[in-house]
């Protein structure tokens, strides 16, 4: 197995990154043990499996809808956030292991984003487009935008592709002039084909609302990776007014957890919470502090980070390691499946937790979850992970390709924790 992820990650991020307190004792072979099972699941399992199965040969773009038994479906239609996902992942993966049919992926899908979801004439990317590579919804959905930028960032990134770069600048810069609430503060979910305010935005989740969590917090995401290649000083400036917006006005300093959804003016609709995105935010608002360089952030950022980890372990981990999907303020409990996103970001968001603290209850917990991926997400008999199991564990069936299950999350967090414990690893042997 090549040890690259470890060297890259020392050379990547910033000197601060690593000012921490003493870790506890704990024997590196188990750390490196859990990096290299990570590794091996990447390689092995998942970056295979959408090489196999995710090219469509008739279209040369990519397939819409593949089934849990691995059977296609020509005539699904497929997002312009599928290939942006694939192209992140892949050449996320070249960057690393200079891994030839990483680099196809990755050029294939740059290919597609190009030729099926870019708007010749407006500019940005159209939401979705039919089976047979056609334009289908044409709005320019924000959240679909900014993982364009995620993709295009990450290609230029790994291959030295100018294009590519001058994509994702130019989705940034379409972003800031239509999508950015000039009154308010933060950027608004949905706009026309011509960028064009809608009279009932649509977030990316099928709700009525102004505003909402998960698009702010992709824009970050997409945000600190157009830094790593782009140190644009209004970039940073839009940078850290996101990162204030989303610890002054989506965060509840009471209950360490983000709202889902708010008004115009910030006026939070509902009291949903969302385990996995909580702590998929915590360990992607220190990462984007880390980057943007500010040591206020980054030590805000970090304190933030442990008390989401502490009540996502209090209230969202189930007995058998896995994390709930939501719950209600008022209701408790509202959906106790297990979908695998929500489990691998928490694999990063404990791992982040135990790095700033160097408490090994954030590592076992980890351990839990990655126990329960083994048990019951991975898909041993057609490959890649099922979408996730019910309380009792029992897998639920969904397509294992389609506009929302790609590679993203389960490959970043692959790689992301076998980085950060390859690391840990080195330090406790030092």
């Not at 197995?1 to 506890?24: C, D, G, V």
């Not at 942006?84 to 892949?90: A, D, E, G, M, T």
């Not at 981990?317 to 928490?346: F, H, P, R």
């Not at 019951?376 to 390709?401: A, M």
């Amino acid at each position: 197995m090549k040890r690259l992820f470890f060297s890259l990650a020392l050379a990547a991020l910033p000197a601060l990154a690593f000012t921490q307190p003493p870790l506890a004792q704990l024997p590196s072979n188990t750390l490196v043990q859990m990096a290299n099972e990570f590794e091996q699941e990447l390689t092995r399992n998942i970056l295979p499996y959408w090489i196999k199965h995710a090219p469509n040969p008739e279209t040369g773009g990519f397939y819409g809808q593949v089934s849990a038994d691995g059977k296609a479906d020509p005539s699904a239609e497929r997002g312009a956030l599928l290939s942006s996902r694939i192209l992140w992942s892949y050449s996320s993966a070249y960057l690393n292991d200079k891994n030839d049919a990483y680099r196809a992926l990755a050029d294939r899908a740059f290919t597609d984003l190009e030729a099926t979801f870019w708007d010749q004439k407006n500019g940005g990317l159209y939401w979705s487009a039919t089976g047979e590579g056609k334009s289908a919804q044409t709005h320019k959905q924000i959240y679909g935008q900014v993982f364009g930028i995620y993709g295009y960032s990450e290609y230029f990134r790994a291959t030295g592709n100018k294009q590519a770069l001058e994509r994702a600048k130019t989705l940034y810069q379409l972003i800031e002039q239509h999508a950015l609430d000039k009154q308010y503060g933060g950027y608004i979910e949905v706009l026309s084909e011509s960028w064009q305010p809608l009279t009932k935005p649509v977030n990316s989740l099928g709700v009525t609302t102004a505003k909402s969590q998960n698009t702010h917090l992709h824009v970050m995401e997409a945000y600190t990776n157009l830094l790593r290649v782009w140190p644009d000083a209004q970039l940073k400036q839009q940078q850290a007014a996101l990162i204030e917006i989303m610890l002054g006005k989506i965060l509840n300093p009471q209950t360490n957890h983000l709202a889902l959804f708010m008004n115009a003016d910030w006026t939070v609709q509902g009291d949903g919470i969302s385990y996995g995105h909580d702590i998929e935010a915590a360990w992607l608002l220190v990462e984007a502090a880390e980057v943007l360089g500010d040591a206020d952030l980054i030590k805000r950022t970090r304190a933030l980070a442990v008390k989401i980890a502490d009540i996502t372990l209090a209230e969202g981990m189930d007995t058998d390691g896995a994390i709930y999907n939501e719950a209600s303020a008022s209701k408790g409990l509202t959906n106790s499946g297990k979908d695998w996103w929500a489990q691998v970001e928490a694999l990063v968001g404990f791992i982040n937790a135990y790095e700033i603290t160097g408490d090994t209850k954030y590592l076992m917990a980890t351990m839990r979850i990655w126990g329960f991926i083994k048990a019951r997400i991975i898909n041993n008999k057609t490959g890649e992970w099922h979408w996730g199991t019910d309380k009792s564990g029992k897998v639920i069936v969904q397509p294992t390709l389609s506009m929302w299950k790609c590679p993203y999350h389960n490959s970043r967090a692959m790689m992301e924790s076998a980085r950060r414990l390859q690391r840990l690893g080195a330090v406790t042997t030092l």
